[in-house]
């Protein structure tokens, strides 16, 4: 684990330096200047427009920094397909203020990385969903966005191979739970379908994410609800329907545009129900 740990650190390191030379460097400087900007705000002792400053009882104030603090840690990763043509047109769409959208991460065909955010910053990826009792995934998760138009493209061994890297690396360094490897779908039904037929089993196999073995499918048992099933995924079940959908893209991978659960598809969401008991 310690030799893939750095060979995958290595690799991250050896693509974002050949990233400084590139054309997209110009855009260097708008990082680090909005980088400062927020360092700025975690400076000022006490902090400005908060709490004591903000609250007009300035005869019982006091400002005491304690030293039990921290920055953001990472809970989840959510897996997005860009649904563009090349690595290049996505982070154009990444570098515009006007599309207001963002990752952490993008893994290239080719099996490239290129990293567009600190891990600790809080990236527009997610959008508006719930995962749980998450309603802010931008929040607590790190997005990562695989070079692939959604309708055509296959999902290269390569391209697949670097992402696992990655994953083991941000498991490993931010102690994400097997469980919190979920698609953009998964806490979005009504609004996406991505990544769309990816290869959820090879991930889940290296652990991340869950999935399940076809011998050991049974029935569920009398009384066991699709909808309760899916809550305890993690799923928001308030359109059932759409969780449904967004449950068969993940897990059935055909038949997606129904809402309908076959006897075999109940089967594999009462196995997939029966890991997060």
Request: a negative charge; aromatic letters at 10%.
């Amino acid at each position: 684990m310690r030799v893939l740990l750095l060979a995958a650190s290595l690799s991250l390191t050896l693509v974002l330096l050949s990233c400084s030379g590139s054309k997209y460097y110009v855009d260097g400087p708008s990082y680090k200047q909005k980088a400062r900007e927020y360092a700025g705000v975690y400076r000022q002792v006490p902090p400005e427009n908060q709490g004591l400053t903000a609250v007009d009882i300035t005869d019982r104030k006091m400002w005491v920094g304690t030293v039990n603090f921290g920055i953001r840690k990472p809970n989840y990763v959510v897996l997005h397909h860009t649904a563009q043509d090349s690595v290049a047109q996505t982070i154009r769409t990444f570098l515009s203020l006007k599309r207001e959208v963002s990752a952490h991460y993008i893994v290239g065909r080719d099996g490239s990385i290129v990293q567009m955010a600190n891990d600790y910053f809080r990236a527009d990826h997610a959008g508006v969903g719930k995962w749980g009792n998450d309603t802010d995934l931008n929040s607590s998760s790190i997005g990562i966005e695989l070079d692939n138009n959604g309708t055509t493209d296959a999902w290269p061994e390569v391209q697949i191979a670097t992402l696992i890297q990655l994953l083991n690396y941000l498991k490993s360094t931010y102690n994400i739970p097997q469980a919190n490897f979920i698609a953009h779908a998964d806490l979005a039904p009504t609004r996406k379908v991505d990544p769309h037929h990816f290869p959820w089993k090879s991930i889940a196999d290296k652990g991340f994410g869950y999935w399940y073995k076809e011998d050991e499918l049974v029935t569920p048992p009398v009384g066991f609800e699709s909808k309760i099933g899916l809550k305890v995924i993690g799923y928001d079940v308030s359109n059932l329907d759409a969780a449904i959908k967004a449950f068969k893209i993940h897990y059935i991978q055909e038949n997606e545009e129904s809402a309908e659960l076959t006897e075999h598809d109940l089967s594999i969401l009462y196995a997939i129900y029966r890991k997060f008991l």
